[in-house]
């Protein structure tokens, strides 16, 4: 344990150099992302967040957690386990959403109009992600402030359908209409951060599938929701889900409307 100690204060050391440790070892050193949890919901990452967090250098040490019988400790297991030792508990999912909520991922870096689109004109809004560098677009219709709530699509942005005239492209087309009606409302359309997501979407052509917003997305998109003064929303969509990546950031859903369906 010493060894290991010692090994471990050595490494993280921003003083030292490759020759201060030698390999192989009892300690495997491992980098986290860039960005922390909000870039790869890993333990790696979360380690260093809670230690940045804590206002100490950004570097942690983890290891699994047995259980008596030699398998690795589930949560419940973990529960039990803390509480025997008076110990605190936390998942990754709960460091994502206080860092959701403590700390600003978007920014502006472009407006102009756009007059020639369904029910045009809109106000456009290009945001920008601080982690992972990837830019949005917010299409605004009227004051969204104030508490009334407003119409709003949260649209994962598909180049085959929204291009090529998939049935994607006719719930944006159409929640852009309602929009247009209602004169006040916003679409958010949020881009794939992913290098090779155009492949992925290809390869997902053969199982008639199509991918899924991640979760991180709906925090992205919240935050830029926030920043148009969004209060109170009614989410167009023809999918039913809980988006708790909205409601996390204070956003009050009041309904979620069919697309192309009457108030």
Known sequence: AADRAHTIAVAINPEATRGDITTPGHVFPLMAREGGVLVRAGHTEAAVDIARLAGVYPAGVICEIMNDDGSMARLPDLIAFAQHHNLKLGTIADLI?????????????????LREAIGGPWRLIVYATTIEYAEHLALVKGDL?????????????????????????????????MIAEAGRGAVVLLRERRPTALSERVRLLAAAQRPGMELRSYGI???ILLDLGVQSMVLL????????????????????RRIGSAP
């Open 221 to 223: 998109g919240a935050q």
């Open 237 to 256: 969509s023809n999918t039913q889900r809980t988006i708790v990546g909205l409601e996390g950031y204070g956003i009050d859903i009041i309904e979620q």
């Open 97 to 113: 959403a206080y860092r959701r909520r403590t700390e600003k991922l978007v920014r502006r870096v472009e407006e102009g109009v």
């Open 145 to 177: 402030g104030g508490p009334e709530p407003v119409l709003v699509r949260m649209h994962a942005v598909d180049l085959l359908d929204d291009f090529l005239g998939g049935v994607h492209a006719s719930a944006l087309h159409g929640a852009m209409r």
